[in-house]
């Protein structure tokens, strides 16, 4: 058979590189290299408009990754902006959805890795808590800058998470929002803050968000669990 292809959706924002500095479509080289480290193929999905355009990607693909990046539009989930929400994208908010309303329809596996987790609560009709810093009064989650906070998580047994990755381990965090509630969804992982850290779909398709960077990690054991399920499920097309 030959390796899943695996898209990975994108950023879309003003950029530079050699003489240029215009707007690009761009993601962390970590992700492609951690799916193509793993066994599958990756493909750069950026924000497309066009009505259908989802269906037809998806029709494609093996499985799909809802990429780390800003905050969800507040107006998804019915609320008004914290005043540290900020630098929302209503194109990749609906080019997301999209996805994942037609992975839905094909139970294509499908991992969120931080703001997707949050993108995959808010499409199945949940909401954000927009500022974790105000109920855990610490900035571990997000140091600031270009750092990621070291988060001990832990896991509930029995879980397809635990499965992958363990009872307990520590994990590359950046996100100052989190998930409050996930419709469809069981919580799977918790830091010791009790900041939801992880959240999966019940049954057999893999369906699962991590608020964590799964990618940026030596232990890809995430990844390498959607590379699978991406291989069983074009396997059975």
């Known amino acids: 058979m030959p390796a899943p292809l695996i898209g990975l959706t994108t950023y879309r924002e003003e950029a530079a590189w050699g003489v240029w500095r215009q707007r690009a479509d761009l993601l962390p080289t970590q992700y492609a290299a951690a799916v193509e480290a793993t066994g599958g193929v990756p493909v750069l999905l950026p924000p497309v408009g066009q009505a259908g355009a989802a269906d ?22 019915g609320e008004e902006p914290h005043p540290r929400t900020a630098g929302w994208r209503p194109d990749r908010d609906a080019w997301e959805a999209a996805l994942l309303d037609a992975a839905d329809a094909t139970g294509l596996p499908v991992l969120g890795v931080c703001r997707g987790m949050q993108v995959m609560a808010v499409h199945a009709g949940g909401a954000l808590e927009q500022h974790v810093p ?104």
């Open 134 to 237: 105000d109920l855990v009064d610490h900035q571990q989650h997000s140091p600031g800058g270009d750092e990621f906070g070291a988060i001990e998580v832990t896991t509930v047994p029995g879980t397809r998470v635990s499965g992958l990755v363990g009872d307990r381990l520590s994990v590359n965090c950046h996100h100052h929002q989190s998930v409050r509630t996930h419709p469809g969804f069981d919580a799977v992982a918790h830091a010791a803050d009790g900041t939801l850290e992880a959240m999966e779909a019940p049954g057999e398709r893999f369906c699962l968000g991590v608020q964590w960077h799964p990618e940026t990690a030596a232990d890809v054991g995430l990844l390498a669990g959607l590379v699978r399920a991406a291989a069983a499920y074009a396997a059975q097309r």
């Open 56 to 77: 037809v990607v998806v029709a494609r693909l093996d499985g799909l990754v809802i990429s780390g990046g800003a905050d969800v539009d507040p107006d998804r989930y």
